[in-house]
């Protein structure tokens, strides 16, 4: 993954439903950027019941010994003085990009080496039917159970 052309903003287009997400009803985003300690910030977003939320977190390399892994990262949304516990960093691996090699990515998928969390984030709040029956294969190839996959609602923008 080139995190340069990840930066910016995602819009979870579908997911596996989890715990730690159930407030969100809508328009579920994330923002990722760069760090002065060359980690990346996230700003999750979301709209609860009639009101947004946020959550920032932190992200790095999993392994940052090997340049063959950055797309490999962990996440936290712990506070930051509990950031030296290994349990409140969760994995966060790109499994899946669009193959335009020009700017920014415009799809990407994410998930974890369990196969229980699952995200499809695109650049806009929708994406193409048959671009997203194409992503839903790949995850199925991946040995996602595809059954689970949820269609995330986004406002139309």
Do not use: H
Request: hydrophobic letters at 40%; glycine letters at 4%; aromatic letters at 10%.
């Amino acid at each position: 993954v080139d995190i340069d052309r990840y930066l910016g903003v995602w819009y979870e287009v579908a997911l596996i439903p989890n715990k730690f997400q159930s407030m969100c009803l809508s328009d579920t985003s994330a923002e990722y950027a760069k760090r002065a300690d060359g980690t990346l910030s996230v700003t999750n977003r979301c709209n609860t019941t009639g009101k947004p939320a946020e959550a920032l977190g932190q992200a790095k390399l999993a392994d940052p010994s090997n340049p063959n892994t950055t797309a490999q990262l962990k996440v936290r949304f712990a506070p930051e003085w509990l950031s030296w516990l290994p349990m409140v960093w969760a994995n966060y691996w790109v499994i899946a990009l669009d193959d335009d090699p020009s700017g920014a990515y415009q799809w990407a998928l994410v998930g974890e080496p369990n196969r229980e969390f699952l995200w499809v984030l695109s650049r806009s709040p929708q994406i193409d039917p048959f671009l997203a029956a194409r992503i839903m294969a790949r995850a199925k190839a991946l040995g996602y159970d595809t059954t689970k996959i949820k269609k995330s609602p986004q406002s139309v923008r």
